[in-house]
Antibody, heavy 120, light 110 residues
Framework: EVQLVESGGGLIQPGGSLRLSCAAT????????VSWVRQAPGEGLDWVSV???????YYADSVKGRFIISRDNSKNTVYLQMNSLRAEDTAIYYC??????????????WGQGTLVTVSS | QSALTQPRSVSGSPGQSVTISCTGT?????????VSWYQQRPGKAPKLMIY???ERPSGVPDRFSGSKSGNTASLTISGLQAEDEADYYC??????????FGGGTKLTVL
């Protein structure tokens, strides 16, 4: 059974840094692509970043230059390093796995999310 | 990377059909057959309902169907049931290995 478990969220001051983790079981992160999607309180889903099986990483314009996605194959875990955090980064952060690593057509497994609050 | 456009809310009575639209551009919805739809209930993670525009994952009732015409994708729910009340989001591949979501639609079953 596929499971994704996020951790690392919390309260952080503006300008600070935080690293989120997404621990995967039931599939191999290096053979698939994993995305981070966030949801601000009371708002909709917002795609943040993706890391592909070849290691390529891509970002939404709103986080480019501030966030870095990476993975540790030995731990089967994907990370999101978030720097220069802003109030507008406050959200629940979900990691999600592609249904088909060779298609861009949908994500079939989601974690429970971890809450990041950026506030002084 | 502008969000796809969805109606803020739709509603229908049990047994009726409703359609939720998702409008993008030739750079996302219109350019690729990679539209997916997600159902999200309060306090829960999203659930994949449709992938590759028209395909249903196993376990999703066949009351849910997807389609696309030009730059607009649609999710149709027929035979509405009370349990269908939720928020629905579309998502499209947007080229250059990136993705974009719609703003979300709140479905109310009257």
């Amino acid at each position: 059974e596929v499971q994704l478990v996020e951790s690392g969220g919390g309260l952080i001051q503006p300008g600070g840094s935080l690293r989120l983790s997404c621990a995967a079981t039931g599939f191999t992160v290096s053979n698939n692509y994993v995305s981070w999607v966030r949801q601000a309180p009371g708002e909709g889903l917002d795609w943040v970043s993706v890391i592909y099986s070849d290691g390529g990483s891509y970002y939404a314009d709103s986080v480019k230059g501030r966030f870095i996605i990476s993975r540790d194959n030995s731990k089967n875990t994907v990370y999101l390093q978030m720097n220069s955090l802003r109030a507008e980064d406050t959200a629940i952060y979900y990691c999600t796995k592609a249904r088909d690593p060779y298609s861009y057509g949908g994500c079939d497994s989601w974690g429970q999310g971890t809450l990041v609050t950026v506030s002084s | 990377q502008s969000a796809l456009t969805q109606p803020r809310s739709v509603s229908g009575s049990p047994g009726q059909s409703v359609t939720i639209s998702c409008t993008g551009t030739t750079s996302d919805v219109g350019g690729y057959n990679y539209v997916s739809w997600y159902q999200q209930r309060p306090g829960k993670a999203p659930k994949l309902m449709i992938y590759d525009v028209t395909e249903r994952p196993s376990g999703v009732p066949d009351r849910f169907s997807g389609s696309k015409s030009g730059n607009t994708a649609s999710l149709t729910i027929s035979g509405l049931q009370a349990e269908d009340e939720a928020d629905y989001y579309c998502c499209s591949f947007a080229g250059s290995y990136t993705f974009v979501f719609g703003g979300g639609t709140k479905l109310t079953v009257l």
